[in-house]
């Protein structure tokens, strides 16, 4: 069975997925007219804003909270320092390009996931790709098809795995065994899901800031103190980006085909635009457009891809340490280390390890709740949260193999469906972008209101 996942997964990850979506950003990005680029800074100030008027169970920011706890995660420690181990300094490049096209993904993502979003039976907005997959498009097996996928996935990339992760991360750091780490993770868990997406974002809300703080000013102080190499390692940067990079020090060499692959690979893998997960998040939001919203959730992959990716890089193109032949979490602990005293490096790359898994598992509780209520309704959604406190600590106790290849193959299939949607609403999408656009120039829609 994990041969057969690990064989499907390969398949599904294969160059024609990492082609279709970054095809799709494309595409988003031509018909919305470089929104990302021309309304950026208004994006950034929304995510602070409070609305006044419209549905909705959390903020603005709460739900931006809610997808960075999701997104910001292992792909921003391990997956920038494995392209670069694998592709060379000039897959941080093409990171930055997925970024930037990405963005307008998850734009039309949020925009359609607050434009067919409904209410259920406890009052509580619901909605997501399985929402306008069905209401937008009128394929309702479509929207099957992601919930069912969605549910599963999020049980493997959003629970075990990062529980797992945690585990691991803990016990190597303190010596702590895995069980105690298990059943405490699954407290803390219970606490927080067992009330639900305004407890979610609430905990997010203070969690990822935090978090994503410490990480930041720990990589700043990297970079600072590698700093007479930050300039040779940015030029590496755009210098392999076209050529690939050959072999030096404990660096096996890539090619040109290797480094935009892995580039592209672990850029999409760290801010989730096309998979359809994050517009779950952004349909909870209280908003009197789905526009605003809209504008959020692709500041997300900003703050996700353009800054916190490109500080684990930054570190490790000024640190040198690219060359040593490591990779994932222990490449990017060397880079803080050649920056921070003692083991101060260690410790907050370890930090943000656990804390990163732990948003993981809040955000992803929530994608998977609503996957699964879409298929079975609302009256049951109550079991699938103490099932997945239980999955929590069997994450952290069990080995993984065959959970990685299986989330994996979800994942793929997950965005398959999600991207069709998008291609075939995107002509709906632009026009009701442009009347949205033109409201706010002649205010219309208030900007904060």
């Known amino acids: 069975m994990n041969q057969f996942f690990a064989s499907f997964a390969s398949l599904m990850w294969g160059p024609w997925l990492l082609i279709l979506l970054l095809g799709v950003g494309v595409w988003l990005t031509i018909c919305l ?21 419209g549905e909705g169970d959390i903020s603005h920011f709460g739900s ?14 391990a997956g920038v320092s494995t392209a670069v181990a694998l592709g060379g300094p000039g897959a941080i490049f093409w ?15 949020g925009f359609l996931a607050v434009k067919f979003r409904t209410i ?48 691991i991360a803990v016990e190597e750091s303190t010596g702590l065994n895995a069980f105690s780490v298990g059943a405490g993770l699954a407290i803390l868990t219970a606490l927080v899901v067992i009330k639900g997406i305004k407890r979610i974002a609430d905990v997010a809300s203070y969690l990822v800031p935090v978090m994503v703080s410490i990480y930041f000013i720990g990589a700043a102080i990297a970079i600072f103190s590698n700093l007479d190499g930050l300039g040779a390692g940015i030029q590496l940067i755009f210098e392999h980006a076209f050529t690939g990079t050959a072999a030096t020090g404990g660096f096996i060499g890539a ?15 760290s801010n989730e635009s096309g998979m359809g997960s994050a517009p779950i998040a952004a349909a909870a939001a209280k908003t009197n457009h789905p526009g605003k919203q809209a504008l959020v959730s ?9 800054v916190i990716c490109s500080m684990t890089a930054l570190a490790l193109a000024s640190s040198g340490v690219w060359v040593s032949g490591e990779t994932g979490v222990a490449l990017t602990m060397q880079a803080f280390s050649t920056g ?13 390890s656990i804390t990163f898994a732990f948003s993981t598992i809040l955000g992803w509780e929530y994608y998977g709740e609503k996957c699964f209520e879409y298929l079975f309704g609302n009256k049951w959604v109550h079991y699938y949260r103490y099932v997945w406190v239980l999955i929590v600590f069997l994450g952290a106790v069990v080995k993984l193999e065959l959970v990685w290849n299986f989330s994996d193959a979800m994942n793929a299939l997950m965005a398959v469906p999600n991207l069709i949607g998008l291609i075939l609403l995107s002509t709906a ?12 120039r002649d205010g219309s829609i208030g900007k904060f209101d």
């Not at 907005?125 to 919930?147: D, H, N, Q, R, T």
């Not at 921070?340 to 943000?352: E, M």
């Not at 999408?429 to 706010?440: H, I, M, P, R, T």
């Open 33 to 53: 007219k470089g929104i990302q680029f021309r309304h950026l800074f208004y994006a950034l100030r929304l995510v602070f804003s409070k609305e006044r008027k």
């Open 64 to 77: 931006l909270m809610t997808a960075l706890a999701a997104t910001v995660g292992m792909g921003n420690i």
């Open 95 to 109: 990171m930055w390009v997925t970024g930037l096209l990405g963005m307008a993904t998850k734009y039309s993502e």
């Open 120 to 167: 259920n039976a406890e009052g509580e907005i619901s909605g997501g790709p399985m929402y306008y997959l069905e209401k937008g498009l009128g394929k309702k097996w479509l929207g099957v098809c992601f919930a069912a996928f969605g549910a599963l996935a999020a049980f493997g990339i959003g629970n075990m795995i990062q529980a797992n992760t945690t585990a």
């Open 255 to 269: 090619s040109l085909t290797q480094t935009i692959r892995y580039g592209v690979a672990r850029g999409l893998f």
């Open 298 to 306: 692709m500041s997300g992959t900003f703050l996700d891809t353009l």
């Open 340 to 352: 921070l005293p003692g083991h101060w490096g260690n410790l907050i790359v370890t930090l943000g």
């Open 429 to 440: 999408l632009k026009k009701d972008s442009q009347l949205f656009e033109a409201g706010v």
